[in-house]
């Protein structure tokens, strides 16, 4: 049975079936990241000392990662666009570049891991960065999925475009609205962690 | 359907945006330099944060021009998200006396 409204807006949403799957399962990923942002406030309101975040995390890595994951929002938004003007070339030069990108970040965020590893800073270590480690491990597993759904529409998944050009279009948008959502929340991680 | 003109108007926006949130992010590390007092910190970085947030969900995720439905579920889930937030505040600032 083929799958109805990949394309057409459904009549009572007024949008595609895929569109509106997606922007519900973000807002369950709001409401997700949300009770940890919850969680972290409650921590340092309640903390007698909280150390600042440059103090013990790597700024220039993390300003190097939120630049990273700001051009992968521009790369995954111009892979869209260049399907919707039926340029599947660049599609494929975009998409693969946000990939790319993607795996900058998590080389970066492995590096960033591994000093605080060998210096002895675990999530037991402090409150601090238990919930750092919490925050940007559950992020970093976000990225993780992203890649993977990214990397699957550039390589197999790109099939559909020849049978289905629209309807592939369309998943390529719902795939590119998880990834700027996963940049959304780290443009918040980033101050809240790292500077303040 | 969006046409190639569209479209092609549609490309300077990212592009203007990429360099909006580009120069943001220095603001935000350049700010937090200064070591402002915690309060004046804490403001900037979250003004700062919200209008790059703004600009991602607004340009790159095509919410200036979404469905209704998508604003009715999005208003939902930041009316909860706000009430997740608020809950430490008001347990810090009221404590339950025991």
Request: net charge neutral; hydrophobic share 55%.
């Amino acid at each position: 049975m083929e799958i109805p409204y990949t394309v057409a807006e459904r009549p009572d949403t007024g949008l595609n079936n895929g569109k509106i799957g997606i922007w519900l399962f973000l807002a369950s990923e709001v409401m997700l990241f949300g009770a940890l942002f919850a969680s972290y406030l409650m921590m340092r309101l309640g903390a007698a000392e909280w150390p600042r975040g440059d103090s013990i995390l790597n700024v220039p890595l993390a300003t190097l990662n939120t630049v990273i994951l700001i051009s992968s929002s521009v790369t995954m938004v111009m892979a869209w666009a260049s399907l919707k003007r039926h340029d599947f070339g660049k599609y494929r030069l975009f998409m693969g570049g946000t990939v790319l990108l993607g795996f900058g970040f998590l080389i970066i965020k492995y590096i960033e891991y591994s000093a605080k590893f060998h210096h002895g800073l675990f999530p037991s270590t402090s409150t601090f960065l238990a919930i750092y480690f919490t925050l940007t491990g559950l992020h970093g597993l976000h990225v993780v999925g992203g890649m993977a759904v990214n990397a699957y529409f550039w390589g197999p998944g790109a099939k559909l475009w020849k049978s289905d050009p629209e309807h592939f279009t369309n998943r390529v948008e719902n795939s590119g609205l998880f990834w700027h959502f996963v940049d959304l929340v780290w443009i918040f991680l980033f101050p809240v962690l790292y500077l303040l | 359907m969006a046409d190639h003109a569209d479209i092609d108007r549609q490309v300077k926006i990212y592009i203007l945006v990429f360099v909006s949130l580009m120069a943001l992010t220095m603001v935000t590390v350049a700010v937090s330099r200064l070591h402002l007092p915690i309060g004046g910190a804490v403001a900037v970085a979250l003004v700062v944060a919200t209008v790059k947030g703004g600009l991602v969900a607004g340009y790159f995720m095509h919410l200036v021009s979404e469905r209704k439905l998508v604003y009715w579920v999005l208003g939902f889930t930041v009316a909860f998200f706000f009430a997740v937030l608020l809950l430490p505040l008001w347990a810090h600032f009221e404590p339950i006396a025991y």
